[in-house]
């Protein structure tokens, strides 16, 4: 069994070892041909000239020193590798612009009160250069008010039913906050539907996002009542539920301006468009809602409900 004697390492009979000290030792021999540019690193773009072969092991000249500010090839190799992965870091991981987020939350802030405070002319507006971030926050924004108002109705009714037979049958918090707010995000998207409807039947042009728009109108109106309806539930529950149920009407004046800012809607065609678009809003919520508003009951309370409606269809 034979040794390298520069590295140590184990050899096969025959075998010669790879290590650089061997090869360089080989090649000083004559036993083997340099390998090309063997200790020299090929300059960028300079291509070896023919027949030239590079000395191995070529050392820089005692005496001279690097010039200032000019860095080897295998000292840039690993900052080029470095900087590579750190644009790769940066391209996987974009940073967060906070400037275009606040620019966005400032633009809802100036839309919603320029709507709200000047629904002839700013809805108008707003309908005809519609955004849908804009839009869409207007909607989510009105759903979540909406969930909150359920949450004062629940509050009360469990108020009364404590201490009581009926205790069994309290009303869920969560469950009314979450089907309040997925019915309110559903009425948003039935009302831009029938306005689509509308304007295929009248066969004007309308884009989506304006249709969208359209529904981000109700919800600024009726936002702000949503809040106060708050406040008046707390003092009677009557006036806030007529406050909340009544804001629609405010929506409806909105609509009226608002939808002129659609290219070629005239005013007598707006009116009429509005007015049918609205009744059939509220006919299909007023089903829905009918379909939907047991859900809104215990469990408990709607198998006992089942239970007394099939006894009283025996009897009549």
């Given at each position: ?130 955004k849908l971030s804009v839009s869409f926050t207007m909607i989510v924004i009105q759903a979540f008010l909406s969930a ?158 089942d239970s007394l409606g099939s006894l009283l269809n025996m009897f009549s």
């Amino acid at each position: 069994m034979a040794f390298c004697k520069y590295c140590g390492r184990e050899l096969q009979e025959g075998q010669v070892c790879n290590c650089p000290e061997a090869v360089a030792a080989a090649v000083a021999a004559g036993q083997l041909q340099p390998p090309p540019y063997m200790g020299v690193q090929p300059q960028p773009g300079v291509q070896p000239q023919p027949g030239a072969q590079p000395q191995p092991g070529v050392q820089p000249q005692p005496g001279v020193q690097p010039q200032p500010g000019v860095q080897s090839q295998q000292g840039a190799q690993p900052q080029s590798a470095a900087a590579a992965v750190s644009q790769a870091a940066d391209g996987a991981v974009p940073a967060l612009d906070t400037e275009k987020i606040l620019g966005v939350f400032k633009q809802i802030g100036k839309d919603f009160v320029g709507v709200f405070t000047k629904p002839a002319t700013k809805g108008r507006e707003f309908v005809a250069g519609a955004k849908l971030s804009v839009s869409f926050t207007m909607i989510v924004i009105q759903a979540f008010l909406s969930a909150i108002f359920s949450l004062f109705v629940v509050g009360s009714i469990n108020g009364v039913l404590k201490g009581t037979w009926f205790e069994a049958y309290r009303f869920s918090w969560f469950k009314a906050f979450v089907l309040t707010l997925v019915l309110s995000l559903a009425g948003s998207a039935l009302l831009a539907a029938c306005f689509c409807l509308a304007a295929m039947i009248t066969k004007v042009k309308v884009l989506w996002r304006q249709l969208v728009a359209l529904s981000a109108v109700r919800s600024i109106a009726v936002a702000p009542l949503i809040v106060v309806s708050w406040i008046f539930w707390l003092i009677n529950p009557g006036l806030g539920l007529v406050l909340f149920l009544g804001s629609t009407i405010l929506a409806l004046t909105f609509l009226l301006e608002s939808i002129q800012g659609i290219e070629g809607m005239k005013d007598n065609k707006a009116m009429w468009i509005v007015f049918l678009v609205v009744v059939i809003f509220l006919i299909i919520a007023v089903v829905l809602f009918s379909l939907f508003a047991n859900l809104y009951l215990p469990k408990s309370l709607r198998e006992n409900l089942d239970s007394l409606g099939s006894l009283l269809n025996m009897f009549s």
